[in-house]
């Protein structure tokens, strides 16, 4: 009687716990006591199964004796079950595990150099590891290559470059990716160099490079040595598999093969001895995205845990420290002013006001303001997509870049995207900060094949006044009127939308307008009840009383009320937030 009781109490509780295995984590939340009844119940039930089981075939007693010679030999089958899986697990890891090789002294490496990262799906780029490796004396090349899709060991994609000696009118060459990113994966640098001085001797090798690469040396692709040619192979490995295993390991291999370095760390789940359902919670991010049981397993371990195959390759060969002087700082600042000081300058020095801004990380203080802007403003210094990304924050760009970003949105070779981009930046400022517009401001809101890419500046239209700022909008509706695509139409409505927004009561005179297209079915300035409520919303704003606002001939009075009243709180909330705008 007992057993029957105790199989039904746990088998609804395993039957819980694996129909809906997140109650066992929140068993967990719960105390803990409870996820944990919840993860044994499971292999609770089946062992006492098998014990009745067993007892009735064999013993046919329901005697103490009985149960728990019943359950030894359950406990005997639950170790013979898992022992030929467990075996060939541990033969299987046993079998590819490999002696770590240290050698006294640094390995040297020469001629060309091979990099690969079979388990990387990256494209093969020229990094701080690829420089690490080139700045060494007598190496000629490096070719980096990367894994294959779809889990293949062969490399997919492969690129080789050369340090080479150039003068100043020399082809710019390629820019390494991330050369400062050196010092933070270096042990040694990290050591020397901590917090703010961190962050400061990165930048320092970021601008050595960046002067070193105008001046008398050039970075260039070659011809990539496949490893049959190359004199050095460094195998970089880093693979996860189903939360079961991980592998870490670098390898250095001189051209007959003979392995000169290896590290490695391992970690691989094989078969528990004993039979049980174990309990696995999968997740990221502060977030649980999975919980499952699977047959108990045994994880085992060899070599150092905090093994870092890229760190271990800096300190395993010989090879110059970079330079983490912050003079270089300095030093790339003064050549930088000096090319937008002169008439002429080469493709290569070009490129120092490009890694110039490059330096930085949202931290740039008042004194860069002004230099910031002369690059942004040189028609010269072409790509600046990449470089502006992380120097300003949308809602914190200084006024001192007003102008500057004027001119770069009006340039022919700004791309689309940095238009929108700078255009969002701009339409950030505080209010009146366009009121004095210069010629490069009224080019954009009198140009629509800018504007149309620089659709947030159409929002600062209003710093003007009202006699200048709505025909100006109301012409920017017109654009928008005749564009097809509902995705580019959108953003020049939403700009035209927030500056009639600020105008508020001035823009009076645009209400029939605004309601007759409003009104007209299908839309062309609206798609959705969102959208429908920012232009009531705007109309309200232009004067339009809450009760005279527009609506669809489908919607009730009951619905028209909410809507009101939506539009009121909202009224209400701009005008306390604005108080200041709106009595200017």
Request: with cysteine; net charge positive; aromatic share 6%.
């Amino acid at each position: 009687m007992r057993m029957k009781f105790a199989l039904v109490i746990t088998g609804v509780l395993a039957a819980l716990a694996i129909a809906v295995p997140m109650l066992v984590v929140a068993g967990y939340f719960l105390l803990i006591v409870p996820g944990l009844v919840l993860t044994a119940a499971p292999t609770v039930f089946l062992y006492l199964a098998a014990t009745a089981a067993v007892r009735r075939l064999l013993m046919k007693s329901t005697s103490i004796q009985a149960t728990a010679a019943a359950f030894g030999v359950v406990i005997f089958l639950g170790l013979a079950v898992m022992q030929p899986f467990r075996a060939a697990a541990l033969a299987t890891y046993t079998a590819k595990s490999l002696p770590d090789v240290v050698p006294a002294n640094a390995v040297e490496l020469d001629g060309h150099v091979r990099l690969e990262f079979p388990d990387s799906r990256r494209q093969p780029d020229c990094d701080y590891l690829s420089l690490a490796v080139l700045e060494s004396p007598r190496v000629q090349s490096v070719t980096t290559s990367t894994g294959g899709h779809g889990g293949q060991r062969e490399p997919a994609e492969s690129a080789s470059y050369a340090l080479v000696s150039a003068d100043g009118n020399s082809p710019v060459g390629i820019f390494p990716s991330e050369p400062g990113r050196i010092v933070r994966e270096d042990p040694l640098l990290v050591q020397k160099h901590r917090g703010r001085h961190l962050v400061m001797a990165a930048k320092a090798v970021e601008a050595n490079w960046a002067l070193r690469l105008s001046g008398d040396e050039r970075l260039q692709q070659v011809e990539p040595h496949a490893a049959d040619t190359a004199d050095w192979i460094v195998q970089i490995e880093d693979r996860t598999t189903d939360q079961t295993s991980r592998l870490r390991r670098i390898t250095i291999l001189d051209a007959t093969g003979a392995v000169r370095f290896r590290r490695s760390y391992r970690k691989q789940a094989v078969p528990a001895r004993l039979f049980y359902l174990g309990f696995h919670v999968s997740g990221g991010a502060g977030t649980i995205s999975n919980a499952s049981f699977h047959v108990g397993r045994q994880v085992l371990e060899s070599g150092d845990r905090s093994l870092n195959p890229e760190s271990a390759l800096l300190t395993a060969i010989s090879r110059p420290a970079p330079r983490c002087d912050v003079q270089d700082i300095a030093l790339l600042r003064e050549r930088v002013e000096q090319i937008l000081e002169g008439p002429e300058a080469s493709r290569a020095q070009l490129e120092l006001p490009r890694r110039f801004l490059g330096l930085f990380f949202f931290d740039t203080s008042e004194e860069d303001h002004s230099l910031i802007a002369r690059i942004v403003a040189d028609d010269r210094v072409t790509d600046l997509e990449q470089p502006m990304k992380n120097v300003f924050s949308k809602d914190k760009i200084p006024v001192a870049l007003r102008d500057a970003y004027a001119r770069r949105i009006l340039m022919n070779h700004t791309s689309a995207n940095m238009r929108y981009r700078l255009a969002e930046q701009l339409a950030n400022l505080p209010r009146g900060t366009f009121a004095d517009p210069t010629e490069e401001h009224l080019a954009i809101w009198n140009t629509p094949e800018v504007y149309r890419e620089a659709a947030p500046f159409l929002v600062a239209l209003a710093d003007l006044s009202p006699e200048r700022a709505v025909p100006a909008l109301q012409a920017a509706l017109d654009t928008a009127l005749g564009v097809p695509d509902w995705n580019e139409r959108r953003r020049l409505v939403n700009g035209i939308c927030q500056a009639f927004v600020r105008l508020g009561p001035n823009a009076a005179s645009a209400v029939p307008r605004i309601r007759e297209l409003f009104l007209r079915r299908p839309s062309p300035i609206l798609r959705t009840s969102k959208g429908a409520d920012q232009w009531r919303f705007t109309l309200a704003r232009m004067g339009v009383p809450i009760k005279d606002l527009p609506v669809f001939p489908n919607q009730s009075p009951r619905t028209f009320e909410l809507i009101c009243r939506r539009i009121a709180d909202r009224l209400r909330q701009y005008e306390r937030d604005h108080a200041k705008e709106i009595a200017s």
